[in-house]
């Protein structure tokens, strides 16, 4: 066996293709290592510096690889040999001078050994490379653009993008990898869809990915949460809205669900058909209880129509939670955040109503966009310049704030703005979110309709109140301070 491999590395010196293949690797294998050495001690790094570490330069050494045997084989052929074997070897570097082909054996052999170590690294480190959120946001800059913005600040921040759209198990990422091929070649020739359609639907089940680290059908009971609004006067007046959520849920087998999370335990099953791309217009829902019963909600009217539903979905944690880390918040929201935040300063008069002025417009471009947010300096210093005086350092932070929220949401070369994707966690208009299946209108044979009420999900204690009695109540029954 030796001899055999001695002798095949002999031979390599014979073929100038195989001595090409030879370079091709070893020229790969020196540039991995030394990106791989500067990606480890660099603070920074950029993402196309990614491509060349992990795949450009072990492309090379994988083409290298290929390119050796193939060289091998032609130089016997030309030597009149269709077989490569021990003796033909033998006879190919007869004519050649031992001792020189010892030395180049040796050297290639060495190299050999060294390259097969960082290639299995940079194999390795390729694989991690390509599952990294800077691979799918950084590297198809303007297509996934959008979507890495929202995520670097969404509360999934540190969980890499393939976690949820792949998740565990070879199955699903070979899957991944050949619709990520389709995708490559659409961004090569420009055919991409803009902006990005969804709901995405070849996403794997939640039960697959989100339920790896959430447990839904753990009985959370109920949450109170506090939504902080600020009115569009000269004051920015707080208004509070405060719910008492019932997550719900269930803990074991025979305890009947309820609350929101009664959709998600695995022994009942929520189903809906819609007749739109977006699942939208929903006009039928299934439920299909642990014992086998089963109950169907139809749209009125769409039973005697003819138009056939587009799709027909299994219900999980998405269908509710579709913007978790991903969200894009319209301007009156964003507004809300940053004043809450402190980000920008509310007690600078009318800054709410000046800032949706100039954020909730239709720009053409993103450097339109910085200068029409700009302008909002010269309102103050032109229209109300004794404010200008009192808070012109926090109108300029604002105007900074302004920026980086209208930059999150809207990107103009991806036809995306406030509204291109709705979030269907609320219900901010009569037909989004909770009420596509939750109305008067979707009813079963014997016309009882789907329990629509506000307090299906929640109580409210109060709404738009600047000064809610349960502030009240917990402070001087409690002492406790929910702001």
Not at 114 to 127: D, G
Not at 142 to 168: D, F, L, N, Q, R
Not at 177 to 182: A, F, H, L, P, T
């Given at each position: 066996m030796l001899r055999a491999i001695k002798l095949l590395l002999m031979l390599l010196s014979r073929s100038k293709l195989s001595v090409f293949g030879v370079a091709l690797v070893n020229t790969g294998v020196l540039f991995t290592a030394f990106l791989i050495w500067h990606s480890e001690t660099t603070p920074t790094e950029s993402p196309y510096m990614g491509i060349f570490s992990y795949n450009v330069f072990p492309g090379m050494v994988a083409a290298g690889l290929v390119v050796i045997p193939v060289g091998l084989y032609l130089a016997a052929r030309r030597e009149g040999y269709t077989r490569l074997t021990i003796s033909s070897i033998e006879k190919l570097v007869e004519s050649t001078e031992l001792p020189v082909i010892k030395?180049?054996?040796?050297?290639?052999?060495?190299?050999?050994?060294?390259?097969?170590?960082?290639?299995?690294?940079?194999?390795?480190?390729?694989?991690?490379?390509?599952?990294?959120?800077?691979?799918?946001?950084?590297?198809?800059?303007?297509?996934?653009?959008?979507?890495?913005?929202?995520?670097?600040?969404?509360?999934?921040?540190?969980?890499?993008?393939?976690?949820?759209?792949?998740?565990?198990?070879?199955?699903?990422?070979?899957?991944?990898?050949?619709?990520?091929?389709?995708?490559?070649?659409?961004?090569?020739?420009?055919?991409?869809?803009?902006?990005?359609?969804?709901?995405?639907?070849?996403?794997?089940?939640?039960?697959?990915?989100?339920?790896?680290?959430?447990?839904?059908?753990?009985?959370?009971?109920?949450?109170?949460?506090?939504?902080?609004?600020?009115?569009?006067?000269?004051?920015?007046?707080?208004?509070?809205?405060?719910?008492?959520?019932?997550?719900?849920?269930?803990?074991?087998?025979?305890?009947?669900?309820?609350?929101?999370?009664?959709?998600?335990?695995?022994?009942?099953?929520v189903s809906f058909k819609a007749i739109d791309e977006e699942w939208d217009e929903v006009v039928e829902v299934s439920v299909t209880e642990a014992n086998g019963k089963q109950t169907t909600w139809t749209r009125i009217g769409y039973s005697d129509s003819e138009v056939q539903p587009a799709h027909e979905r299994i219900m999980d944690c998405v269908d509710c939670h579709n913007r978790t880390a991903h969200h894009f918040p319209p301007?009156?929201?964003?507004?809300?955040?940053?004043?809450?935040?402190?980000?920008?300063?509310?007690?600078?008069?009318?800054?709410?109503?000046?800032?949706?002025?100039?954020?909730?417009?239709?720009?053409?471009?993103?450097?339109?966009?910085?200068?029409?947010?700009?302008?909002?300096?010269?309102?103050?210093?032109?229209?109300?310049?004794?404010?200008?005086?009192?808070?012109?350092?926090?109108?300029?932070?604002?105007?900074?704030?302004?920026?980086?929220?209208?930059?999150?949401?809207?990107?103009?070369?991806?036809?995306?703005?406030?509204?291109?994707?709705?979030?269907?966690?609320?219900?901010?208009?009569?037909?989004?979110?909770?009420?596509?299946?939750?109305?008067?209108?979707m009813v079963t044979e014997d016309g009882t309709a789907l329990e629509s009420g506000c307090e299906t999900c929640h109580y409210v204690l109060s709404e738009d109140d600047p000064a809610p009695e349960v502030f009240e109540c917990l402070h001087r029954e409690r002492g406790v301070d929910l702001f």
């Open positions: 030395r180049v054996a040796l050297v290639i052999g060495f190299l050999t050994v060294v390259n097969l170590f960082i290639f299995s690294i940079a194999t390795y480190e390729s694989y991690h490379y390509m599952e990294s959120s800077e691979f799918c946001g950084l590297v198809c800059h303007m297509v996934m653009e959008p979507e890495y913005t929202t995520h670097s600040i969404s509360s999934h921040a540190g969980v890499e993008c393939t976690e949820c759209h792949i998740g565990p198990g070879a199955s699903w990422y070979v899957k991944a990898k050949i619709s990520g091929s389709r995708q490559l070649m659409a961004v090569g020739l420009q055919t991409y869809p803009r902006p990005i359609p969804t709901p995405v639907e070849n996403l794997r089940p939640a039960w697959d990915t989100c339920e790896q680290c959430h447990n839904p059908h753990y009985f959370q009971g109920n949450h109170i949460k506090v939504i902080k609004h600020y009115a569009p006067d000269k004051a920015n007046s707080i208004r509070y809205t405060i719910l008492n959520l019932r997550i719900g849920g269930v803990e074991e087998v025979g305890r009947r669900p309820e609350g929101i999370h009664w959709h998600a335990p695995p022994w009942t099953r301007p009156e929201e964003a507004m809300d955040g940053a004043l809450t935040k402190g980000e920008i300063d509310s007690d600078i008069p009318w800054i709410k109503t000046e800032a949706l002025d100039v954020l909730d417009v239709s720009y053409a471009s993103t450097e339109e966009a910085m200068l029409g947010i700009q302008s909002l300096a010269e309102t103050y210093r032109d229209e109300m310049p004794l404010t200008w005086l009192q808070h012109r350092q926090g109108i300029l932070q604002a105007i900074d704030v302004l920026k980086n929220i209208w930059s999150t949401s809207v990107h103009p070369e991806m036809n995306i703005n406030w509204r291109t994707y709705k979030s269907r966690l609320t219900h901010t208009d009569t037909h989004g979110g909770c009420f596509r299946c939750h109305n008067e209108e």
